[in-house]
């Protein structure tokens, strides 16, 4: 079957780093995406991978391992609104996503 | 970038009534619309896919004659939960993708659906 883990909840500090892994298993491969999304709202397009290596974005930054199946988003100097849950979906080889449950990132003082 | 818009954002509606969630691409055309439904601190679970002039693909365990999905334009899908009952409260999310490859999708703002 086809499968996305990640954390469920993180926790980090107010102008920290912190890292959202995430690992796949899916039937074929056209690319990995983040999304953020905030409590109440529709996720937002963070980034895209489809070919190993980093892409890096401003703060954030996303991480790709086809050959093992990871991959892992970066947020750097973490602002109180980066507080809300980070979703990794996998385009399959029908280009459908397949979502994780998402990580709740909670960002403290 | 491309937006999409979904409308209403918010109803409240009586077990037994009907509901109809518009989405739209405002300035893309949507080749393929997808439907989805999130419960609370849950990710989203993918209802239908849906293609312009086709009949639409629902997933394993989504009743068809339920959850009514029209794909009319290629800027417009509706959703239309029929006979509604308080387990179908949720929020529900459509997105748009331009085009059949890699293409990111677009999500609508989504719509938060409490029947009493």
């Known amino acids: 079957g086809q499968n996305i883990d990640q954390p469920t909840e993180m926790t980090a500090t107010e102008g920290a780093i912190v890292q959202i892994n995430c690992t796949y298993q899916t039937s074929g491969f056209n690319g990995l995406f983040w999304y953020q999304q905030h409590a109440g709202e529709a996720p937002t397009f963070l980034s895209y991978n489809v070919l190993d290596g980093l892409e890096e974005k401003g703060r954030f930054s996303s991480f790709l391992s086809r050959s093992k199946g990871y991959s892992y988003l970066l947020l750097k100097e973490l602002q109180m609104k980066d507080s809300a849950s980070y979703l990794c979906?996998?385009?399959?080889?029908?280009?459908?996503?397949?979502w994780g449950a998402g990580t709740k990132l909670i960002i403290k003082p | 970038g491309a937006v999409v818009s979904q409308h209403p954002s918010r109803v409240i509606c009586k077990s037994g009534t009907s509901v109809k969630i518009e989405c739209r691409s405002l300035d893309f055309q949507a080749t393929t619309m997808f439907w989805y439904r999130q419960f609370p601190k849950k990710s989203l679970m993918l209802m239908a896919t849906?293609?312009?002039?086709?009949?639409?693909?629902?997933e394993q365990g989504v009743e068809k004659d339920k959850f009514l999905i029209n794909h009319a334009s290629l800027t417009l899908s509706t959703l239309t939960v029929t006979s509604a009952h308080p387990e179908d409260s949720s929020f529900y999310i459509c997105?748009?993708?331009?085009?059949?490859?890699?293409?990111?999708?677009?999500f609508g703002p989504g719509t938060r659906l409490t029947v009493t």
């Open positions: 849906s293609n312009e002039g086709s009949k639409a693909t629902y």
């Open positions: 979906a996998v385009s399959d080889s029908n280009y459908q996503l397949i």
């Open positions: 997105s748009a993708r331009e085009g059949d490859s890699y293409y990111e999708q677009y």
